[in-house]
């Protein structure tokens, strides 16, 4: 009987530990892009490169990302706001293939297709995107300008859509309240865990109390 018992709350304290470790592996928001990297948004002021990726056809929304301070070229404004790139075959990052693992079936082990890659563009901001007549390591972003990426499919080289975001700077929208609150500065779901810690005690406690009524029966 007391294996029995010994087995059951085994069990209980088991399923809160793996309560515990679900709970902290879901936590993070998901995010392709690199931490640590850029911030979301526009640039506020000249102090950096705004870079703008329209998925286009591929799907999701345009991604806006700030690449703060000077810039060397374009792939170092890339690198710097963060987001996740992958090259071509022997050319690497001088022939993009990849944009936050978009399109995820290419293989980047050579040329990426013409009618179905990125295309690079540039702007000042408040102009119009210009496509980039050189590589992306061979333009020199001036301080707040703006950095385009969008992906071509079925189009001939002449007939690339640029990015359908304006290069215009706006004011970033400020982060929810709800979601300051729910977080520390560091980001970590401090709730969440103390949560689950309760939980754990109230079964410890459980424990407990049945081992105590045992004896006490005995």
């Given at each position: 009987m007391r294996f029995t018992h010994a087995r059951h709350w085994g069990r209980?304290?088991?399923?809160?530990?793996?309560?515990?470790?679900?709970?902290?592996?879901?936590?993070?928001?998901?995010?392709?892009?690199v931490?640590?990297?850029?911030?979301?948004?526009?640039?506020?002021?000249?102090?950096?490169?705004?870079?703008?990726?329209?998925?286009?056809?591929?799907?999701?929304?345009?991604l806006i990302r700030c690449a703060p301070g000077p810039q060397e070229n374009g792939l170092t404004a890339l690198q710097n706001a963060g987001l996740e790139l992958a090259g071509s075959g022997k050319y690497g990052l001088a022939l993009l293939c990849k944009i936050e693992n978009k399109p995820a079936d290419q293989s980047c082990t050579g040329m990426p297709p013409e009618n179905a890659t990125w295309s690079f563009w540039t702007a000042t901001n408040g102009g119009k995107w210009e496509s980039s007549q050189v590589g992306v390591q061979g333009w020199k972003p001036p301080a707040g300008s703006f950095e385009g990426w969008s992906f071509a499919i079925g189009k001939s080289y002449t007939d690339y859509p640029p990015p359908r975001t304006a290069p215009v700077r706006k004011a970033n929208d400020p982060a929810p309240a709800a979601a300051e609150s729910s977080t520390s500065d560091s980001g970590f779901p401090w709730g969440l865990v103390v949560g689950i810690v309760v939980v754990v005690l109230i079964a410890v406690a459980g424990v407990v109390t049945a081992i105590r009524r045992r004896r006490g029966a005995a």
């Open positions: 209980v304290l088991a399923g809160c530990v793996l309560l515990i470790g679900t709970g902290l592996s879901g936590a993070a928001p998901a995010s392709a892009t931490p640590g990297k850029g911030t979301a948004g526009y640039c506020p002021d000249e102090n950096g490169v705004t870079v703008i990726v329209d998925f286009q056809g591929l799907g999701g929304d345009p």
